[in-house]
């Protein structure tokens, strides 16, 4: 998954092995309880003790009729795919975000949770933008576990030692990565090794900053082309920064965001840009241990063209949370996902694990005093990225907004930044494919950015 696999290796598990072990969905124990099945990532261990105590151990306390099992397992979305497609697989269907759901959904493989909720009130506890990326035909198949911002983490004593500020002009930033470049630094680290979808993230934040989370919207709405002139500059705006050096240099196809955030702390670089979900990689390098956690800090990626709200996020999700259509216990399934859109849960979870839990609820009241170390620093984000989609300064993010296959068509974006095809051509091919599945009713509802 984008947010997984960019960070851990996956080794795909047997498609039998898969089937067999893990595609009973919920079971029935002695007591009478029914077992419902989640199946997530390859999340380190302290991480999946994190889970097991805040989600599976909060949920069982919480009533008497089920009991949660995760597995957690690197090849996931490689594993729900084989199980899907026999009609088997977890009760509660994680994958990497609306556009995986969406693909699942138009193939039947998913349950319509709007009665849920209806029955939770789901519609008015979260997001509007959250919600609606997850609904399909006016029906709901995914919500989001989180949302995350795109943004820039910068190390407080590189900067110093280059002499410069916290950029908040695209000048200054370009300058402050120039500086770091002649001093023999990274002008940023990040990078697609391991997965492509990562591209993802780099295209959807330079048509927030140069075309406007207002024109991506009309794209997708079909008011507008995706060979508008202000997409086709977007495009070329992430070429160039792509060939000056801006993305990891020589090494965006050798680095992952774990490897990043390790050069990052090193002082290797100034600037790590990318989704504050990597505020969870982060931690394994600037924590108490270390001492360093006061050197990190996060801001909003400043705007390339004159005129555009600001500061603006590119908007997104970490990743998604759907129902089995062929669970046998879909009220079950629904329990955990309402118990994971509660405030308690995200209070509970953001303390240990930074990053990958900023719960899309519409009042996210986390006290950030009440934390330390990253996850206050997180929870101050995520406060921040929710203020500024409430005022509508905000973009889209391909892999949360766009229909799955217009989605997968921006990975390719490579072909631009490596020169193998211009910007006007490789739009005019994302335009083919949106074309398709707009006439199939797959592009979500989506509220209007500002202009």
Request: glycine share 10%; aromatic share 12%; charged share 20%.
């Amino acid at each position: 998954m984008r947010s997984r696999s960019s960070v851990l290796g996956a080794g795909l598990m047997a498609a039998g092995l898969v089937l067999t072990a893990c595609s009973s969905g919920t079971s029935v124990s002695g007591s009478g309880t029914k077992t419902l099945q989640l199946w997530f990532w390859g999340a380190s261990p302290q991480q999946q003790k994190v889970m097991r105590d805040v989600l599976v151990g909060g949920f069982d306390r919480s009533q008497s009729k089920y009991k949660l099992q995760v597995t957690f397992n690197n090849a996931v979305d490689k594993n729900v795919q084989v199980a899907l497609s026999a009609n088997k697989g977890p009760d509660i269907v994680y994958g990497s975000g609306p556009a995986f759901a969406a693909a699942y959904a138009t193939q039947g493989k998913l349950a319509d949770m709007t009665p849920y909720a209806e029955k939770y009130g789901w519609k008015d506890r979260v997001l509007a933008p959250m919600y609606e990326s997850g609904t399909m035909h006016g029906k709901l198949y995914s919500l989001p576990n989180s949302l995350e911002g795109l943004g820039i983490f910068y190390n407080k004593k590189v900067l110093a030692k280059l002499g410069v500020g916290v950029p908040t002009t695209y000048d200054e930033l370009v300058a402050a990565m120039n500086k770091a470049k002649d001093a023999g630094m990274y002008a940023s680290v990040t990078g697609n090794k391991g997965w492509k979808p990562v591209n993802q993230n780099y295209i959807s934040m330079f048509l927030t900053h140069v075309a406007g989370g207002k024109a991506v919207y009309d794209a997708l709405q079909g008011t507008t082309k995706w060979t508008d002139p202000k997409i086709v500059k977007a495009v070329e705006a992430s070429a160039a920064f792509y060939k000056e050096g801006y993305l990891g240099g020589k090494d965006y196809a050798n680095l992952n965001f774990l490897e990043s955030m390790q050069l990052l702390a090193e002082g290797k670089s100034p600037f790590f840009f990318g989704p504050t979900l990597a505020f969870q990689f982060a931690d394994s390098y600037f924590n108490d241990k270390a001492g360093n956690i006061a050197d990190l800090g996060f801001t909003t990626f400043p705007n390339v063209t004159p005129g555009l709200p600001s500061p603006a996020t590119t908007l997104g999700t970490t990743a998604s949370l759907s129902i089995n259509a062929h669970s046998p216990n879909k009220d079950g399934a629904a329990e955990v996902i309402d118990y994971m859109m509660s405030e308690k849960f995200a209070q509970q979870i953001n303390k240990s694990w930074p990053g990958y839990w900023a719960v899309p609820l519409k009042d996210f009241n986390l006290d950030p005093a009440s934390y330390t170390g990253l996850s206050k620093a997180f929870v101050e984000s995520a406060k921040d990225t929710i203020a500024t989609v409430n005022k509508g300064d905000y973009g889209l993010f391909a892999g949360t907004f766009f229909p799955p296959a217009t989605a997968t068509a921006f990975t390719d974006v490579d072909s631009v930044w490596l020169g193998t095809e211009s910007a006007k051509s490789f739009l005019a091919d994302v335009q083919k494919t949106f074309d398709g599945e707009k006439a199939k009713g797959l592009v979500p509802p989506l509220p209007e950015p500002a202009s």
